[in-house]
């Protein structure tokens, strides 16, 4: 046998400990802060609570990634298993709905610095940080600069220095001002103005901060034992993600009862100023442009290789999405059309364009709970009973949940999303000779092709 030939394979080295960290350093803890002021502003002053049926939803939501992941030990996440285990064509058009996180991701990651910048900085127009963000993440992914993995342990361990700080001076803030019995009230949870429409509405917001449970399902074909560590890393994952959130979310929203902030885009660093004064507002701040900026370059690399694969697949032209750079090698039409796509950030607030993020979470979120159970019932025609509680029930209960928070969605993302889903059926019906025949398929995995481009 000629093993030259032999078809490439990923090498199984990650243990739990290194799929937990790399999810949570796809989360960016720090993002947290970064979106407080938009969730308390939605919640009259009830983030925690926001977060804390945002982590009700991913709990449901995880199982089911963790019960997909451990059928479909392959790459290709929400796709995948909705294309395996219900169509392929609704797979497609999960896979497309799932493009449009993939599009805007970048662009809520250099919004959200852009805004810290221009509250540190109201002389410099907000034009000018969004451009810079934009202008130096695409040179520097055109160039073939990568960020290592995402997870860069040294970056996690700033964050997690960071909120560590943020907290410990939030708490000493209250306590100095009120004593011991003002550390520990139920004020942040719930107040005169908590409606469960703004806490619903929060937490359609709030759920952008979990993203990355679901991503570190696109790593089994590297992970010892997948079928045991994906689906326990996903729920740890989830908890420990949600865990510092409430917690993160407590302790700021004691120091600074209600919601009125003089711009709530950056609501975290007036915040960081009342309880640390300047030197640590600019500690806080320089963590979070770090993490933004590494986390933009990492999300717009990440895209450009998805659109690069989708390309070489011809599921959209090859002769744009599939072109490399001679000299760079790299997906330069790509990269530069999610540098584009970064602009309209210039246009848009935090509240809408998270909310252009989840609309896409939500659809994956949605039909990977639906594809526990279709697997449920396909098994149990198969005479295979794998139990209703944990592939019925609990699935069920996530999708409900998803839904809920996809209806309360900001009402232009909601248009969007169905305009770009509108695409994708027309898309699908030009792909399939209106939908006679089965979509091309989409490749997620980390093949040597995509490396070569990104």
């Known amino acids: 046998m000629d093993h030259s030939t032999a078809a490439p394979s990923l090498t199984r080295a990650l243990t739990l400990r290194s799929v937990v960290l790399f999810g949570l350093a796809y989360m960016t803890p720090l993002i947290v802060l970064g979106t407080f002021g938009v969730v308390a502003d939605i919640t009259h002053g009830a983030t925690p609570t926001a977060y804390l049926l945002a982590l009700a939803a991913m709990i449901f939501t995880a199982h089911s990634y963790g019960r997909m992941a451990a059928f479909h030990p392959v790459a290709g996440s929400a796709y995948t298993y909705v294309r395996r285990s219900i169509d392929s064509r609704v797979g497609f058009l999960v896979g497309w709905a799932t493009l449009l996180d993939y599009f805007f991701l970048p662009m809520v990651i250099w919004l959200i610095g852009g805004a810290y910048l221009q509250a540190q900085f109201p002389g410099v127009p907000f034009w000018t940080w969004i451009l810079a963000f934009v202008v130096l993440t695409t040179v520097l992914n055109l160039l073939g600069i990568k960020t290592a993995e995402r997870v860069n342990d ?20 209250v306590f100095h001002l009120g004593g011991a019995g003002a550390v520990v009230s139920g004020t942040p949870f719930a107040n005169s103005a908590t409606t469960f429409a703004g806490i619903s509405a929060g937490a359609a917001i709030a759920a952008y901060s979990f993203l990355g449970f679901d991503a570190v399902t696109t790593l089994t074909e590297e992970t010892v034992n997948p079928r045991r560590t994906i689906p326990r890393a996903i729920m740890l994952i989830a908890l420990i993600g949600g865990g510092i959130f409430v ?60 659109l690069f694969a989708m390309g070489r697949d011809s599921v959209l032209p090859r002769k744009l999405f599939g072109y490399v750079h001679p000299r760079f090698r790299t997906p330069a039409f790509n990269i530069l059309l999610t540098g584009a796509v970064g602009l309209i950030a210039l246009r848009l607030n935090v509240a809408t364009s998270t909310s252009f993020i989840n609309f896409g979470a939500f659809t994956a979120f ?17 005479g295979r009973d794998l139990g209703a509680l944990r592939h019925v029930a609990a699935p ?45 398929e989409m490749e997620f995995s980390e093949e040597p092709r995509v490396a070569e481009a990104g």
Do not use: C
Not at 154 to 173: E, K, P, T
Not at 366 to 382: G, K, M, P, Q
């Open 154 to 173: 040294l970056l996690m361990v700033f964050q997690i220095l960071v909120i560590a700080i943020f907290v410990l001076l939030s708490l000493r803030h």
């Open 247 to 306: 917690g993160v979310a407590y302790a700021t929203q004691l120091v600074h009862p209600g919601s009125t902030f003089s711009d709530p885009d950056s609501a975290a660093f007036e915040i960081a100023k009342t309880i640390g004064g300047d030197l640590f507002s600019s500690i806080f701040l320089a963590g979070l442009v770090v993490a933004q900026f590494s986390s933009g370059i990492a999300a717009q690399a990440s895209t450009s290789r998805l």
């Open 366 to 382: 949605t039909f990977v709970n639906v594809s526990v159970i279709a697997t449920f019932v396909r098994e149990r025609r198969a």
């Open 396 to 440: 069920a209960i996530g999708a409900v949940v998803d839904l809920w928070l996809l209806a309360h969605l900001d009402g232009k993302a909601l248009v969007l999303g169905l305009i770009w889903l509108g695409l994708g059926v027309a898309y699908l019906a030009y792909l399939t000779g209106m939908f006679r025949t089965a979509p091309p």
